[in-house]
Nanobody, 121 residues
Framework: VQLQASGGGLVQAGGSLRLSCAASGRTFSTYAVGWFRQAPGKERECVAGIFWSGGSTYYADSVRGRFTISTDNAKNTVYLQMDRVKPEDTAIYYC???????????????WGRGTQVTVSS
């Protein structure tokens, strides 16, 4: 599975941004896909996850209610809609995939290159 994230950039606090992650190669509807982020000096964290087929979702407490993850199976693409962003959302965002939500949160085997998101105050 190859994953390619895009859509990062500079946004003002309170604004919105949408990240995209296109998947190629072997993809399975039963797999989970999600978004991680890592800010300078901080540990990497999983902020959202979903099954390619839809259904159950996972959100970190820090983004729940502000970020929305969704998939477009026809395009093999997963999105992260980021609303009401805060300066603390500034990080490099990565998409990743795994066989389950649990594995996704802990140690996903498939990673894409990151995209920088910067939120100005």
């Amino acid at each position: 599975v190859q994953l390619q994230a895009s859509g990062g950039g500079l946004v003002q606090a309170g604004g919105s941004l949408r990240l995209s992650c296109a998947a190629s190669g072997r993809t399975f509807s039963t797999y989970a896909v999600g978004w991680f982020r890592q800010a300078p000096g901080k540990e990497r964290e999983c902020v959202a996850g979903i099954f390619w087929s839809g259904g159950s979702t996972y959100y970190a407490d820090s983004v729940r209610g502000r970020f929305t993850i969704s998939t477009d199976n026809a395009k093999n693409t997963v999105y992260l809609q980021m609303d009401r962003v805060k300066p603390e959302d500034t990080a490099i965002y990565y998409c990743a995939s795994a066989k389950s939500i649990v594995e996704l949160i802990k140690t996903p085997p498939y990673w894409g290159r990151g995209t920088q998101v910067t939120v100005s105050s």
